[in-house]
């Protein structure tokens, strides 16, 4: 999937229009309707408001992961790495648990 592919999808996800995402990044709303169209590739300063728009990661419009990371839960991520070693074990010990339980019930 391309940028603009990714772009299209979550901004329609999110019932944004392409002129709402124009005003949202201070340009024109078929400015930004080329990005999706990748016509344009952005600028990468342009690319980080895009991905701050649709608060999702650079890493997921770039199609460099698959794994759609939004603001909150890369927020949860970077609070969790600065902890200590010892507290990071006691949440991912938590986080392993519950895993396991999902797979057990056969939900992944």
């Known amino acids: 999937m391309t940028f603009g592919e990714r772009c299209t999808q979550i901004r329609k996800r999110k019932k944004v229009s392409q002129a709402d995402m124009g005003k949202l990044l201070s340009i024109d709303g078929d400015a930004y309707g080329r990005y999706e ?14 991905s701050n728009a649709l608060m999702v990661s650079l890493d997921f419009l770039v199609g460099k992961t698959d794994l759609e990371l939004d603001n909150n839960m890369l927020k949860r991520i970077q609070e969790v790495s600065n902890m200590d070693e010892q ?10 648990a519950f895993i396991a339980k999902t797979r057990l019930k056969g939900l992944i």
């Open 87 to 96: 507290d990071k074990e006691h949440v991912f010990s938590l986080l392993d």
């Open 37 to 50: 169209r990748d016509e344009v590739k952005p600028s990468i300063d342009m690319a980080v408001k895009i």
